[in-house]
C-alpha cells in the first residue's frame, strides 16, 4: 500500500510544480504586454496629413442662373399674295438673306395685261374728257351769246365731272393692277436666314394657301427668354436700376459660354401658377452661336460683393449645429471655427462671419480630424484660372438657403 501512496504523492507535486510554470509564464507576457502598452501610450500619434487653403479677399460676383430657350426677334413665314404658277425660286435652303433680295418669282403676265387695259382705259376717257372740255368750251361762248341754254351749259359741264371722276377711277384701276404685277416678284421682307424651301418651279401658288413659301428668322440681333424664381424680383430690379445687366447664354449642360449679352426686360407679372417671372436677353449673335429654339442655360449677375471673404466650397462642413470649418491654429492644431455664409456656388464660398482672411482651412482629410488633432499641413496646388467665356465651373452661382441648426 505504500507503493502506490507514494506514487500518487508525486503525481501531485509534478502537477502543482506545472501549475506554477504556467502562472509564471502568463505573469512574464502580461509584464511584457503592459510594459508595451506603456511604451504605445507615452508615444503621441503621428500627425494627419491634410490639404489646406488660405481664406483670401476679393470681389465675388453673386450669379442668378437659369434655363432658356432661344427666340428670334422676327420670324415671318413667306407667302404669296397672288395666284399663279412659279417661274422661278432664287434662293437656296439656309441661305443668309438681305432684305430685299428677290425669292420667288411668280408668272406676271395675266397680271400685266390686266395693267395694260386699265392704262389704256384711262387714256380712252382722257381723250373722251379733252372733247368734252373742249364741247364745254363752245357751249359757254354759244350761251353768251344766247344761242345755247343754261341747260345745255350744265349737261356739258356734267359730262366733264362725270369724266374726270373717271379717270381718276382709271388711275386707281392702274394703281391696284401696279400692286398685282409687283406681287408677282416675292421678295425677302427682313434679313435672315431662310429654312426649309416648300414651293418648286411650276408649282401653282395662290394667297389663301396657309403653309407658306419659307420662313425667314432674323439671327442677328437675336433673343433668350428665360425664368427666375419670384423671390429674385427685387434684385433683378434693383440690378436694372443700377444699369445694364449682363446675362450671359451657356450650353445646356453649363459648360461653355456661348454668348454675351444683357437684360432686355423683366416682365410686367409673375407666372401664378409656376411662381416664376419671365425675362428677355437680346444677344448680337454674330458669330450665331445662338439657334432659335436652342436650350441654353443663363447667368445673369445680380450683383457683386466687395472685399469678401473667400474660401473652398471643400472647407465648408454641416454639423449638428450648423456650418463650420477646420482652421489650422498654433503648432499644427485644428481648431473648429462655426461660419456663416452668405453665398457660394460649386467651387467657392463666401464666409460672413467667423472666419478671417490668410487663416488656413482644411479642404480634403476632414474625417481623419476634430478639435485638437495635430495635422501635417499641405497646400493646394493653385488651379489654372479657367477663361470666363470656356466654362461654367469658375463662375459663381446662387447660395443654397443657409441650414438652420
Known amino acids: 500500500m505504500a507503493a502506490p501512496t507514494r506514487l500518487r504523492t508525486r503525481n501531485w507535486w509534478i502537477a502543482i510544480a506545472g501549475l506554477l510554470l504556467i502562472v509564471v509564464a502568463v505573469g512574464g507576457w502580461f509584464s511584457r504586454h503592459e510594459v508595451h502598452e506603456d ?29 432658356g430657350t432661344v427666340q428670334p426677334f422676327d420670324t415671318v413665314t413667306v407667302r404669296s399674295r397672288v395666284d399663279g404658277q412659279v417661274e422661278k425660286v432664287d434662293f437656296k435652303q439656309g441661305q443668309m438673306l438681305k432684305e430685299g433680295d428677290v425669292l420667288v418669282q411668280i408668272d406676271p403676265r395675266p397680271y400685266q ?19 368734252a372740255r373742249l364741247n364745254l368750251e363752245r357751249f359757254s361762248t354759244l350761251a353768251t351769246q344766247n344761242f345755247a341754254t343754261k341747260q345745255q351749259l350744265d349737261s356739258q359741264q356734267a359730262t366733264v365731272d362725270q369724266l374726270t371722276a373717271q379717270i381718276k377711277g382709271d388711275q386707281a384701276m392702274i394703281d391696284n393692277a401696279q400692286t398685282q404685277v409687283s406681287y408677282t416678284t416675292i421678295r425677302s421682307p427682313l434679313a435672315g436666314r431662310a429654312g426649309f424651301r416648300l414651293i418648286d418651279p411650276g408649282n401653282i401658288v395662290h394667297a389663301a394657301d396657309t403653309n407658306g413659301i419659307v420662313t425667314i428668322v432674323k439671327l442677328q440681333p437675336i433673343a433668350v427668354v428665360f425664368t427666375a424664381p419670384e423671390q429674385q424680383v427685387p434684385d433683378i430690379n434693383k440690378a436694372l436700376g443700377d444699369g445694364q445687366v449682363p446675362v450671359d447664354a451657356l450650353s445646356s449642360d453649363g459648360t461653355k459660354v456661348l454668348a454675351h449679352g444683357h437684360l432686355l426686360l423683366l416682365n410686367n407679372a409673375v407666372d401664378q401658377a409656376s411662381g416664376t417671372i419671365s425675362m428677355k436677353a437680346r444677344y448680337d449673335n454674330n458669330d450665331n452661336a445662338l439657334w432659335p429654339g436652342l436650350s441654353v442655360s443663363t447667368r445673369l449677375l445680380v450683383r457683386t460683393l466687395k472685399n469678401a471673404t473667400i474660401v473652398p466650397q471643400d472647407a ?8 463650420f470649418v477646420f482652421v489650422v491654429g498654433a503648432g499644427n492644431k485644428i481648431e473648429q471655427h462655426a461660419v456663416k455664409v452668405s453665398e457660394q456656388d460649386l467651387k467657392e464660398a463666401v464666409v460672413s462671419e467667423g472666419l478671417s482672411p490668410g487663416q488656413k482651412v482644411v479642404i480634403a482629410g476632414q474625417s481623419r480630424i476634430q478639435k485638437g488633432t495635430v495635422v501635417q499641413p499641405k497646400e493646394a496646388k493653385a488651379e489654372t484660372p479657367l477663361p470666363a467665356d470656356n466654362s461654367l465651373a469658375a463662375a459663381p452661382s446662387p447660395a443654397p438657403p443657409q441650414r438652420k441648426p
Open 39 to 67: 511604451k504605445a501610450a507615452a508615444k503621441p500619434p503621428p500627425p494627419v496629413p491634410v490639404t489646406v487653403a488660405e481664406a483670401r479677399t476679393g470681389d465675388y460676383p453673386v450669379y442668378l442662373l437659369g434655363l
Open 113 to 131: 395685261a390686266a395693267l395694260d387695259q386699265a392704262i389704256a382705259k384711262k387714256a380712252q376717257d382722257e381723250a373722251n374728257l379733252k372733247n
Open 316 to 323: 465648408v462642413q454641416h454639423g449638428p449645429d450648423g456650418l
